[in-house]
């Protein structure tokens, strides 16, 4: 590891309430973490590297803090049903074919080319419950440069029988796997997966829980997503207050850093469960107007300190862009102002902004930010093709990248202060 | 003019319900007119060329019934208001600018071109008040190719001071140019354009009405969008019982064919009357998201037989594509059905697509299908770059453009017959 600079138009969040701008900057990466943004290269740096991104524009690595990597192969179809018919129709058929490793190696070679060449730099990923497909994911994912959580999927109950497990085989390959993953990657890490509580019986999760606890294993799931599926959990554990409590009650709520997606429907209760617990929210604006499941109060959650990042969850999201989703963000809220309720500001773009890197990035420790100290993820974009008009300010150029070009390949990438090949 | 065919795989809506495919398919042209889509070249055509578009996706030319040309230079920039306070802020700063006719060559290429490149054959423009740049813009899509209505703005009240004509001068400049425009274009058309209620006194709107009607010129205007600008209409004309009614009794509400873009919030008895006058309504769902505006029930409108068209309404949305509009359309409805109405099923692809292309087509004649006697508007599109999954059917690839590559690039492009350059 050494010292260098990369120069160009800065553009990041260090609160949800304002984007820092900084023209011509340069940002100085030491030992792979932020040393600052500066306007002039300062003394102390001089005659370290500097690479020159002119005047593209420069921002945080992006973080999609909940996908789907086999669900990208048919991403944009199907887009016509509600949760669970959707799963049963669409998700899981396709999920099936993981359990065939050339299958996998094909369709996880085009997600991981997605991934890597667009703007995200840190992913917390669901694979299947299938073991070798998942080797092959977590190989490629490795292979990238990318940092990211991969969760072997866990479902014992209500899945159709090529992708239900026995209680103890899900147990029993969840806790060989985490064992072995511990020596084998150094950017990609296991997470605990439970599919969501209507897949896992109570005996899984508090199992898998165990494992989570005793591994140091963070985990992953799904939460609050839909009203058919709330009403479910609670038909399946009429004795817990909340589908939130299920998980908490498993050892699958902050017990390790957690991340949840969606949850759209959260009581007041379960509001300050989450906040209480330190649990990340993963915001999927687009999955969650695709299978019309609500929109979640993510600015009143960000205003309250809780923890909220951006997903795509491909491919209950059709797009794999982190800027997609940041616009998603605000076009949703947008439309909860406009349909819902009059007194909720829409969420804005330093907020969107906010949300897709440090908002989520404190899950992966201090990530998301060119603050000093943070680790130095980030990506240069250039924006030649719309960037029409020149009397833009590097901040309005960003924000028609938001809008207009979110499908943006990264013109460079770095991640831990390392240049990953595009 | 003559006959010829054009192969591959035709997509297209005789009705919103269903969306007719045909794989390898002859779309049969003779003199400008669709004959039919044919399996295999019926025995009369033997010998007319064929046009081998191989395993690509044929689609009706898109309609746009709704843009504004001088906006599109800053489309995506300043998201962040509501209709009034984002005209006065962004949209009116802009199109001063057009009295400069150096500033409107430039500008309005770049609009020309993302239009003619795109899957969009025909649309209804807003230009600015200014004469010399709107024929400047209509001379640059007379040489497109495409067919257009635009419409020089009337504005006399409630309008900076550099967008603000004298009653008299709009009246007189209108006319002068409607006469102008009769002999000058083929596929470029004058249409009567009151900004909208609060911009036009009422006996500003009933003069060019009497324009419209003695010209047979056809209206296009902005009706029910905001809270505040209904409000505010109710303000302006205490005495008349509706928004619609304004424009009904200054001639302008269907005494010729007339477009009315947005009409979200409409009574029941703007519906009917609507209905009955047979008034276009051009649903614009990505600049209502971003100006929070709110979603009009175009299902419901569809069902009782109400003509509905889509717009991009550049740059309220940021957007020109209405493959795009077709895939916002879908979405908003679904928030809709999840944050306002459970009851109400989501805008299916089917009538999405029937809007882009047959719901507003009845606006241009026999327009928007390839059903016999339809003018020939085909655009052929290129999804080889998504098309990763071989297995997928014609129609299921059309669905993953709309959704994962709405910008796409027409791959060719006929309009009445005749293929235009790209």
Known sequence: MDTFAVKGHVIYTKTKDEVTVTENAYIV?????????????????????????????????????????P?????????????????????????????????AQKKYRAFCDELKTGATTR????????????????????????VTYVGKVNMDRNAPDDLRETTHESYESTLAWVKDCASRYVNTKPIITPRFVPSCTGELMRSIGGIAEQYGVPVQSHLSENAGEIAWVKELHPEIAS????????????????VMAHCIHLSEEEMELAQQRGVYIAHCPQSNTNLASGIAPVREMLQRGMRVGLGTDVAGGFSASVLRAMGDAIQASKLYTALADRSRPPVTLSEALYMATKGGGGFWGKTGSFEPGYEFDAVVLDDSDINDAAELTPLQRFERVVYLSPEIRADAKFVKGVRIKL
């Open 71 to 103: 669900q990208y192969a048919f991403r944009g179809l199907g887009m016509d049903m509600e949760l669970i018919p959707w799963l049963n129709t669409y998700a899981f058929k396709e999920e099936a074919k993981y359990a065939d490793t050339g299958y």
């Open 243 to 258: 589908y939130s409590r299920v998980y908490f009650e498993c050892g699958l709520f902050g017990h390790v850093p957690t």
């Open 123 to 146: 992913a917390a990923i669901f694979a299947t419950i299938h073991m070798p497909a998942t080797y092959i994911l977590m190989d490629m994912l490795e292979a990238s440069g990318l």
């Open 29 to 69: 990466c030491e030992n792979g973490k932020a040393a600052g943004v500066f306007p002039s290269l300062p003394e102390r740096f001089r005659g370290i590297e500097i690479r020159d991104f002119g005047d593209k524009l420069i921002i945080p690595g992006l973080i999609d803090m909940h996908l789907h990597a």
